[in-house]
């Protein structure tokens, strides 16, 4: 095999030593330090959008009739489909034997769980009165009312919630073999209690094993149909509704596709530098880039059909409001974000059908890049030019962000990074007891 | 000492998980039951080698699975039906397609939960103590190292006669697990 997915001369001691060594025994590193302060400082940012999004209400954003829906939901739409590649590589590519997947599967579960933990703020802060926010539970009240389960707002809520539940099951199910190795390596004594009451008293048992990898597959299993259904029902907000250029039957399918593009791409983004930084480039080889690279390279043509489809489905329905929404995304006042869009998310992407492109570490975290920007791009794109002119055109209007609406988006950049930050530095990055497992694989052949 | 302090077990180490599944077969012909094997990483055939037939886990997650579906839907039909009618759209009461989305999530989450709190469950975990900690060596069982324990529990368990045993299995090395922590 020319292109390996672990570098040569590995024994299941110095994938231990390595990759627990980044936690247990690396000092505070300056880089680390700042980049987190850099992080902890937007999550005040957050705070303080927040605070006063409580005090003043919405109006502090730039949302108002017709758009009611402004960066709130571009965001969660946005950090929900980059929160899918995590259960994706770990669920689906392990149900297909895809073995490339184990080094990066810790990290984008991480990935996915801070995703998601952005994702759900959104929702609830464009409440308008989010302090009420439990309302959307069914639960016996006073007031005598229950949810409307016929609105894809109340899907939604249970989609996030148990999505966000069953990441972090997985994703804590998968630790808890490396958190008994830190246990076992920690050399002071508050690191061995800590780790040592997460990893639950794990000793490797035979029979223990047993079960785990059922459980693991089980969950695998049922992780794969909640994937897909997660953004499904995310795309539902929109398709269920009647606004044209939302009511379309390739909303789900494509909605998916774009998640699993989006979620990729920050994979890469993030496990780039960080391979880089950590000198990793042994276990997230060339191979899992270039990998990668393909995922999102077939993805990203799913998209690029969503896209061809919509706007022929706009001139085929010979619908005058379709064909009108169509006509004002690509000549309208927000053209220029369209065709930005179309550059990040389509022409952009297709650098990647060169191998020197796949094989450079550089020139794929810029094509991720953009493709990041472009899918944010689509979801404004989906949300606003949608909204802004419907079938009135005495009710037609613009929408543009404020201060507050940059800072709270901002602010969960932040929120995401700083959980990441700490999440480098007092948990494996790797799957150790994984890497293992392909250690003695690759010996034996 | 007119006592000799009581001990777990005796735990034998291996480099690599061939040679422990050699000595799992060995000790099997050999007549011990209670025994179990601790591997860094799951080993393929082990449990087989050592007696476990199911994990009971699947059946666990299908109830788990069912018990969602019908809360899930049950829930939706009683609250649109009885606690809360609301007429949306003339569509009937139980308007059971726009009911799937809530009751597949709900299938899907309780499963999932009953798949890790059942696999926690049979394993007894969380347990912050166990005798096998006493053991020095143990904690490579994490890194590098592949043991075997045949437990003083088994019928056939003999202090001497089971290190002669496993001695004989070719080891890395054989050492006694107490029962008690020792105190420092």
Known sequence: MSQEIIGSGHTYATVTDKISSIVLTRKWSLNWLVGFAISFMLVMLLLVAMTYLFVRGIGIWGVNVPIGWGFAIINFVWWIGIGHAGTLISAILLLLRQEWRTSINRFAEAMTLFAVACAALFPILHLGRPWFAYWLIPYPNTMGIWPQFRSPLIWDVFAISTYGTVSLLFWFIGLIPDLATLRDRASSRFGRVIYGILAMGWRGSAIHWHRYDVAYLLLAGLATPLVVSVHTIVSFDFAIGIIPGWHTTIFPPYFVAGAIYSGFAMVMVLSIPIRAVYGLQDFITQRHLENMAKVMLATGLIVAYGYLMEAFMSWYSANQFERYMMLNRMWGPYAPIYWALILFNIVVPQALWFKRVRTSAMLLWFVALAVNIGMWLERFVIVVTSLHRDFLPSSWGMYYPTFWDWSTYIGTIGLFFAMLFLFLRFLPVISIFEMRTLVEKTESQ | ?184
């Open chain 2, 1 to 184: 000492m007119n006592k000799v302090a009581p001990i777990y077990g005796v735990l034998a180490e291996f480099e690599n998980p061939d040679d422990l599944i050699q000595a799992v077969r060995r000790a099997r012909a050999a007549g011990y039951r209670k025994m179990d094997a601790y591997t860094p990483f799951p080993v393929e055939h082990l449990p087989e080698e050592l007696g476990v037939r199911h994990s009971g886990l699947p059946l666990i997650v299908l109830i788990g699975g069912l018990i969602g579906c019908a809360t899930g839907f049950f829930l939706q039909y009683w609250i649109s039906v009885f606690a809360y009618p609301l007429n949306s759209g003339g569509r009937p009461l139980n308007s059971w397609p726009a009911f799937i989305p809530v009751t597949f999530e709900l299938t899907i989450l309780v499963a999932a939960l009953s798949a890790v709190l059942g696999m926690l469950g049979l394993n007894g975990l969380p347990m912050p103590y166990h005798p096998l900690f006493n053991n020095p060596r143990f904690a490579l069982a994490s890194r590098n190292r592949f043991f075997l324990c045949i437990e003083s529990s088994d019928k056939r368990f003999n202090r001497e006669e089971t290190s002669k045993f496993l001695s004989e299995l070719k080891p890395k090395g054989v050492s006694e697990v107490e029962e008690d922590s020792v105190n420092e």
